[in-house]
């Protein structure tokens, strides 16, 4: 198996910490953890397990903050016992070529994208599973970290992987390749919009247009279209594609000023560039959440409005949290995907998202602008980051 890794070695994460702020180009060399190796084949680790040939897989964001070390060692997940090797990418497309004597809902030849990708009840086969997992929202899970998965299964940014029958799902055969490496990234914005979803007459705003803010703006749009949608984003080529895709409007300036305007706020400017709004808007969908997105999304929602955190970093953040009391503003987190309650019926988020796709509600037609051999990775890490050309998804082709 030739694949990408994650080496969980501390003395490997700190020197590559510290040497990045003297040389940026530490991150492409030896001493980073991040590795491309070949690792032994090995059998099916039980009857429920089965082997898929990878396709295509996709960059997000994720893998970018692994790929540039821009993990915290005091983040609570980093409390969490964990493997050795994290082995990167979960948004991907692939065809089962190996499955074990037990599995009954996939065969070989089936096309299939990862649903389920962190550590949860029905891959360990934990019985009876826990609350969350027994309800659809396996990233939930209560235990992540308990019992052990095997070693060296690989995952996306491998040109194969082992991976349990229950965090895969078939597609269906009308969803070319380029739509389906990209369901994972839609289900995470249908959860985000499902978690909150806009009403009518409702201000909502939209931080970033990648590919999640951009189905964002489909999702809120397919599910409530009389909703007045705003967007704010730096890159020009994706305020236009966000048009397109269904924002009523693109914030331009002082975002302050035209956070006022746009909801009629009142704006009073402090010292110190203290800037604040009484008003303003309904709902918050943050696809960036940096520290600066939070202290001023939470000042541009109106009393009692919902901040909804999709963007996140995987180190500590700092924000002004008077306006969470003085407003009564709600945060609302989101953890990828999971189980949805919509139009009365139970389904998961990767089930509606595709059928939502099917049905042309949302288009994800131009999103894949950039492609690589895995070989090449480290010429698409850098694209991904430095965004010098129109780069909205960047993905890894293996046939």
Known sequence: METIYFEVNIAKIIATKLLAK????????????????KIPDQPLPGPHWVRVKTIMSGICGADLSMFFVQAS??????????????FMGHELVGHV????????????GDRVVLQRYLPCCSMKEIEP???????????????????????????????????????????????????????????????????????????????GAGVIGLNVIQFSK?????????????????????????????LSGDPYDAVAKATSAH?????????????????????????KTIHDALR???????????GNQLSPVSFDQTPVWQQEVRIVGVNAHGSE?????????????????????ISLDGFVTHRFPLSEYRKAFKLFRDKKENVIKVVFEME
Request: one cysteine or more; charged letters at 20%.
């Open 267 to 291: 704006l009073y400017r402090g010292p110190l560039k203290n800037n604040n709004l009484l008003g303003g808007f309904d709902l918050i969908y943050d696809c960036v959440g940096h520290s």
């Open 300 to 310: 541009w929602l109106k009393a009692r409005g919902d901040y909804i955190m999709i």
């Open 129 to 207: 599973p826990c609350g969350p997992c027994s309800q659809g929202q396996y990233t939930l899970c209560e235990n992540f970290s308990e019992g052990k998965l095997p070693e060296n299964l690989g995952a996306g940014f491998s040109d194969h992987f082992i991976a349990h029958q229950s965090q895969l799902l078939k597609v269906p055969d009308q969803l070319p390749d380029e739509r389906a490496v990209l369901i994972e990234p839609a289900s995470v914005s249908l959860h985000a919009v499902l978690k909150r979803p806009p009403e009518k007459g409702e201000r909502v705003l939209v931080i």
């Open 222 to 250: 397919t599910i409530e279209p009389n909703c007045r949608l705003f967007l704010l984003e730096k890159i020009n080529f994706k305020k236009d594609l966000g048009l397109r895709l269904g924002a009523d409007e693109v």
């Open 22 to 37: 003297f040389f940026p180009k530490i991150y492409y060399t030896s001493v980073s953890p991040v590795r491309f190796n």
């Open 73 to 86: 060692p005091s983040i609570s997940l980093a409390a969490l016992p964990g493997m050795p090797k994290v």
């Open 341 to 361: 309650t919509y139009q009365g019926k139970q389904i998961s988020s990767f089930d509606l998202a595709m059928e939502m796709i099917l049905d042309e509600k």
């Open 97 to 108: 070529i190996e499955t074990g004597g037990g599995v009954k809902m996939l065969t070989v």
